[in-house]
């Protein structure tokens, strides 16, 4: 069973059914009910057009659970006759789902959420990572979300800033490995830049491109993490880094910056530099002011921390992490790192182990682990 087809159709199959008047939590049920049918069907019979045959299955679920439901009288009118299986258009629905989740019914924060659960495929647990809140509350906040836009006519697209949240915390969450869905965002990201003229859509998508260009090198042959740093930069993809700082220059050519424009340029700079060393972190702490005057975001002045301590030295940068609370994830990490430019080899070490703790995942904590072994070597010796 190809799973990665499967997690590709579930968008378009999604949109056909809202299109169909099904509200947006029976579709998706109806959706996951039709994966768990291809799973069980297709491995001995599969069919010639999968997306048709998940549209025609998924369907007669809606249907099924619409007509023995208590409100069938009042869904009876939305309820038109079952398609006559057969090829399905091919469209790509998957942006156009994007903008019908990212409903006006819907606060921005909560359409994200509902959008990134039921198209992105990401666990209720990746996305309360992402916006920092505990799995329960974000739990709470897509089942509020669903019932929000249950019964709801999805005829009100969205606005453009909820969508290219949406598609940023995407790519995010699939640049960091736990599910590949970093290339995905990009395709949609190129469609949304190709239809509509806004400069930060392509300064977005210039972001994903300048992250994108790095990620063979991010990782050592047995999957453990190389931080920027310690990266090839021969394995670099140039073609992708050249295309990103031209869409770069092309959007702050407009004069109308915003936060993805300005880590864009962030990304460029630490892409121009052929060293480490040669990295201008003068200019990147002020792009990092910019955008805290543009977020005011905790996690923003955390890694503005760090560009300081690069820039104007450790103590520094230890001085703008203590103004933020130590509760802030990767606070730790970025004090123990800190420490060690400052000699504090002892500290670091802890710290370093502490941060291990509160990794967010597995090549994270594997990195921080070997930092404090290999600090307490030192110390040792």
């Not at 790519?171 to 930060?200: C, K, M, W």
């Amino acid at each position: 069973m190809d799973e990665a087809l499967l997690r590709s159709l579930t968008p378009g199959v999604l949109a056909v059914l809202v299109r169909r008047g099904a509200d947006f939590a029976a579709a998706e049920d109806a959706v996951q009910d039709a994966l768990v049918e291809a799973v069980r069907v297709w491995p001995a019979d599969p069919p010639r057009d999968a997306k048709g045959w998940l549209v025609t299955v998924a369907w007669r679920k809606f249907l099924d659970a619409t007509r023995s439901d208590t409100a069938r009288r009042r869904r009876e009118d939305r309820i038109d006759e079952e398609p006559v299986p057969g090829p399905a258009p091919a469209v790509d629905d998957t942006l156009q789902l994007y903008f019908l989740c990212a409903h006006p019914s819907l606060t921005p924060s909560s359409a994200v959420a509902l959008t990134l659960r039921a198209v992105g495929g990401l666990t209720t647990r990746q996305i309360a990572q992402a916006y920092l809140v505990p799995e329960t509350t974000m739990a709470q906040r897509i089942s509020r979300a669903k019932r929000t836009v249950s019964g709801v006519r999805f005829d009100q697209p969205g606005d453009v800033a909820t969508v290219l949240r949406v598609l940023y915390l995407v790519f995010n969450e699939g640049y960091s490995g736990d599910v590949d869905l970093a290339g995905e965002a990009i395709r949609l990201t190129r469609q949304l830049a190709a239809a509509i003229d806004h400069p930060e859509v392509v300064g977005l998508l210039a972001l994903m491109l300048l992250h994108h260009a790095r990620r063979a090198s991010r990782t050592a042959p047995d999957g453990a993490l190389v931080p920027l740093a310690e990266q090839d930069r021969t394995r670099w993809d140039t073609a992708a880094i050249a295309e990103g700082v031209r869409i770069l220059q092309a959007a702050l050519a407009r004069d109308r910056l915003g936060e993805f424009q300005a880590q864009a340029a962030i990304a460029a700079l630490h892409a121009d530099a052929p060293t480490a060393e040669e990295t201008d972190w003068v200019q990147i702490v002020e792009w990092y002011d910019e955008l805290v005057r543009l977020t005011d975001s905790p996690v923003v002045r955390l890694n503005r921390a760090v560009a300081v301590g690069e820039a104007d030295g450790p103590r520094a940068g230890l001085a703008a992490l203590a103004a933020l609370e130590d509760s802030l994830p990767r606070h730790t990490a970025a004090a123990a790192y800190l420490h060690e430019r400052a000699g504090d080899l002892t500290t670091a070490a802890r710290m370093y182990a502490e941060a291990a703790h509160k990794a967010p995942n597995l090549a994270e904590r594997d990195y921080l682990t070997r930092q404090a072994a290999r600090l307490n070597c030192l110390g040792r010796h």
